[in-house]
């Protein structure tokens, strides 16, 4: 049974940083290429970041190119996203999915939540 563990979410002011995990469990992870996405209140979910199954050619959102880095550990069958420059705008539930551009099967965990406010 494939399972998603988000984790590291919180309330952080503008200009903070915070690193998101992923544990995932129920499938070969170091086979799959694994990505973040989020969805705010009332919008559709989006892709944040992508990465390949062997660590390579991270592919980001334009709108959090430079202040996002998405990693992985593929010993610990965990995906990371570490968010630099938070802006209020990036307020949402964050997930994490198999697939590198687009979700590979409509599998989600519960997601994290990140709320950027003063």
């Known amino acids: 049974q494939v399972q998603y563990v988000e984790s590291g979410g919180g309330l952080v002011q503008p200009g903070g940083s915070l690193r998101l995990s992923c544990a995932a469990s129920?499938?070969?992870?170091?086979?799959?290429?694994m990505s973040w996405y989020r969805q705010a209140p009332g919008k559709e979910r989006e892709l944040v970041a992508g990465?390949?199954?062997?660590?390579?050619?991270?592919n980001y959102a334009d709108s959090v190119k430079g202040r996002f880095t998405i990693s992985r550990d593929n010993a610990k069958n965990t995906v990371y996203l570490q968010m630099n420059s938070l802006k209020p705008e990036d307020t949402a539930m964050y997930y994490c999915?198999?697939?590198?551009?687009?979700?590979?099967?409509?599998?989600w965990g519960q997601g994290t939540q990140v709320t950027v406010s003063t």
């Open positions: 990465i390949f199954n062997t660590g390579n050619s991270p």
């Open positions: 129920g499938f070969t992870f170091k086979t799959y290429a």
């Open positions: 999915t198999r697939g590198y551009k687009t979700p590979l099967y409509n599998n």
